[in-house]
């Protein structure tokens, strides 16, 4: 009889922590699916180093090689040399969003109005934007696939 009652004691505490992390993972993923797209100058302000980096990094020069080659307004090319381009307060065009120009931080980490929001700590910060994003690579760098050669065009 003890060793039934301790099994249900075990049960109903794994079953409690199994819904604790459940209600986190879901209140982190309704976070991204309501933030917006921020500027950049934004995600500089905190993270300075990577902001160094970053500035004169292939990413954020992206940009530069479709206007070179007259493409700034192709939407196959837009998708992966921009920030957020088609989807909901992305890049859409120079003058509309120039702070989304090349592949920023967002491009890979998501959306960023929430994960600045004043008063959030380090932890609900973290929970406000994707962390691990290298599952996004994939999406621009395409494995074995052939880049769209705009020069021979």
């Known amino acids: ?12 505490v794994c079953f409690v922590f199994a819904l604790i992390a ?4 879901n209140k982190a993923i309704a976070g991204q699916a309501n933030a917006k797209y921020v500027s950049e100058k934004k995600c500089y302000m905190c993270h300075k180093a990577l902001a160094k980096t970053h500035e004169t ?7 530069k090689c479709l206007l070179d080659n007259n493409q700034d307004k192709n939407p196959k090319c837009l998708q992966c040399h921009t920030t957020g381009y088609g989807k909901p307060g992305g890049f859409t065009d ?3 969003t120039p702070d989304l120009i090349g ?33 996004e690579c994939v999406k621009c760098h ?4 052939k880049h769209i050669d705009i020069k021979s065009k």
Request: hydrophobic fraction near 35%; glycine fraction near 6%.
């Open 94 to 96: 120079i003058k509309s």
């Open 1 to 12: 009889m003890r060793k039934w009652i301790i099994t249900i004691i075990l049960v109903s």
């Open 103 to 135: 592949v920023g931080c967002q491009a890979c980490h998501g959306p960023g109005s929430e994960h600045i929001e004043i008063g959030l700590s380090k932890e609900e910060r973290k929970q406000k934007i994707n962390i691990n994003a290298s599952s």
């Open 57 to 63: 990094s292939k990413h954020a020069l992206s940009f």
């Open 142 to 145: 395409k494995i074995h696939q």
């Open 22 to 25: 459940i209600s986190k993972a």
